[in-house]
């Protein structure tokens, strides 16, 4: 009886630890997708990755579900572990988050389940401005090499029409 009890209480032990841990946060990045990303983006902000509530406040009630949400991104939370020295992605849950209704929908965890998955929730203020100036901040990255290719025509453009034009008379 006793070994039945050490074996739980040190298995609890163990396993509490790590709990505390995944409901802090400090995720390594998220991956983004959504309305005006092409594939995914993955974003290291501290505003959004340090926090498991800064998203939303699951610890609240849920809400009813909209009647339209609006547009959304789909997130992953994403920790890196270091195996071997080699470092692996393993994601930790899924949520969609509508910035612009403030509404997030917790699909739940990727290895497991909690009891606040596939519920709505209330968007954390504090979680807009950081997560629309990545959005900015990709869309300005995707403007650049359209830039360039503008600047390069436009030099090719003055450099030809500085070039000194051939006439009859300079013909040997």
Same mark, same amino acid.
């Given at each position: 009886?006793?070994?039945?009890?050490?074996?739980?209480a040190?298995s609890?032990?163990?396993?509490?630890p790590?709990?505390?841990?995944?409901?802090?946060?400090d995720?390594s990045?998220?991956?983004?997708?959504?309305?005006?990303?092409?594939?995914?983006?993955n974003v290291?902000?501290?505003?959004?990755?340090?926090?498991?509530?800064?998203?939303?406040?699951?610890?609240? *009630?849920e &809400? +009813?579900?909209?009647?339209?949400?609006?547009?959304?991104?789909?997130?992953v939370?994403? =920790?890196?572990e270091?195996?071997?020295?080699?470092?692996?992605?393993?994601p930790f849950?899924?949520?969609?988050?509508?910035?612009?209704?403030?509404y997030?929908?917790y699909?739940?965890?990727?290895?497991?389940s909690?009891?606040?998955?596939?519920?709505?929730?209330?968007?954390?203020p504090?979680?807009?401005?950081?997560?629309?100036?990545?959005?900015v901040?990709r869309?300005?990255? *995707?403007? &650049? +090499?359209?830039?360039?290719?503008?600047?390069?025509?436009?030099?090719?453009?003055?450099? =030809?029409?500085?070039k000194?034009k051939?006439?009859?008379?300079?013909?040997?």
């Open positions: 009886m006793i070994r039945k009890w050490f074996a739980f040190l609890l032990g163990l396993f509490i790590t709990l505390v841990v995944f409901a802090k946060g995720f990045y998220i991956t983004v997708k959504g309305p005006g990303i092409t594939g995914e983006i290291t902000d501290p505003a959004l990755t340090q926090d498991f509530f800064a998203f939303a406040d699951f610890s609240q *009630a &809400i +009813p579900a909209p009647a339209d949400p609006g547009q959304g991104y789909q997130i939370r994403v =920790y890196v270091f195996t071997d020295d080699k470092p692996k992605d393993i849950d899924q949520l969609h988050y509508y910035p612009y209704t403030d997030v929908f699909d739940g965890l990727v290895e497991g909690s009891e606040y998955d596939g519920k709505w929730y209330a968007a954390n504090a979680a807009e401005a950081p997560f629309r100036s990545v959005l901040q869309a300005l990255l *995707a403007w &650049i +090499p359209f830039g360039v290719l503008v600047v390069a025509l436009l030099w090719f453009v003055v450099a =030809y029409n500085r000194p051939k006439t009859m008379d300079d013909r040997p």
